[in-house]
T-cell receptor, first 112, second 119 residues
Framework: SQKIEQNSEALNIQEGKTATLTCNYT??????LQWYRQDPGRGPVFLLL?????KEKRKERLKVTFDTTLKQSLFHITASQPADSATYLC???????????FGQGTELSVKP | GAVVSQHPSRVICKSGTSVKIECRSL??????MFWYRQFPKQSLMLMAT?????????EQGVEKDKFLINHASLTLSTLTVTSAHPEDSSFYIC???????????????FGPGTRLLVL
């Protein structure tokens, strides 16, 4: 069955540094991969989508890479700020019906 | 951007009662909505896919008679937890696809979630 793994440990970094989160998957070749942000007690908020034929995508301070050979996506937040502290989820499209499979999330804490 | 709302945001009920949760797409039509459940410190687990005008598709291990889904219109889906028990206490989140985006509906917009506590 499909399996998605994200950094299991919480990530603590200093303000201004670059945060790098990892998403690995097995037994699957998704058409695209998405990253979401989730704050405590709230629903996920969509951040970025990257397709299988794209290597990299950027949005402001965010950058996502997608390596279909390694079956891995990296999510970077440059010039991190305390407001970036949250749990970040990666999700793979399971089928054309829109079904998503989520990783367990990585909790990011940015210290001032 | 597309907005999805849920109501109620929090609900406390007694064991054995039924609870209805509403999910609405506020500024777009959604032929497909999804219902997830999330336990503390865990990821979102898809429960079912709600299709407007037809029966919902449930994931393996999810009891369709316990979690009733109705998608009566293009902007509203409801999840009813019947005969709720303490183990049903969880964070329930819905999402909807905005088919206006890229023509394929790749982006899902999530509601704020409903916290259910069954005593």
């Amino acid at each position: 069955s499909q399996k998605i793994e994200q950094n299991s440990e919480a990530l603590n970094i200093q303000e201004g540094k670059t945060a790098t989160l990892t998403c690995n998957y097995t037994n699957y070749s998704p058409a695209y991969l998405q990253w979401y942000r989730q704050d405590p007690g709230r629903g996920p908020v969509f951040l970025l989508l990257i397709r299988e034929n794209e290597k990299e995508k950027r949005k402001e301070r965010l950058k996502v890479t997608f390596d279909t050979t390694l079956k891995q996506s990296l999510f970077h937040i440059t010039a991190s700020q305390p407001a970036d502290s949250a749990t970040y989820l990666c999700a793979l499209l399971y089928n054309q019906g829109g079904k998503l499979i989520f990783g367990q999330g990585t909790e990011l804490s940015v210290k001032p | 951007g597309a907005v999805v709302s849920q109501h109620p945001s929090r609900v406390i009920c007694k064991s054995g009662t039924s609870v209805k949760i509403e999910c609405r797409s506020l500024d777009f039509q959604a032929t497909t909505m999804f219902w997830y459940r999330q336990f503390p410190k865990q990821s979102l687990m898809l429960m079912a896919t709600s299709n407007e005008g037809s029966k919902a598709t449930y994931e393996q291990g999810v009891e369709k008679d316990k979690f009733l889904i109705n998608h009566a219109s293009l902007t509203l889906s409801t999840l009813t937890v019947t005969s709720a028990h303490p183990e049903d206490s969880s964070f329930y989140i819905c999402s909807a696809r905005d088919l206006r985006v890229a023509g394929v509906g790749e982006t899902q917009y999530f509601g704020p979630g409903t916290r259910l506590l069954v005593l």
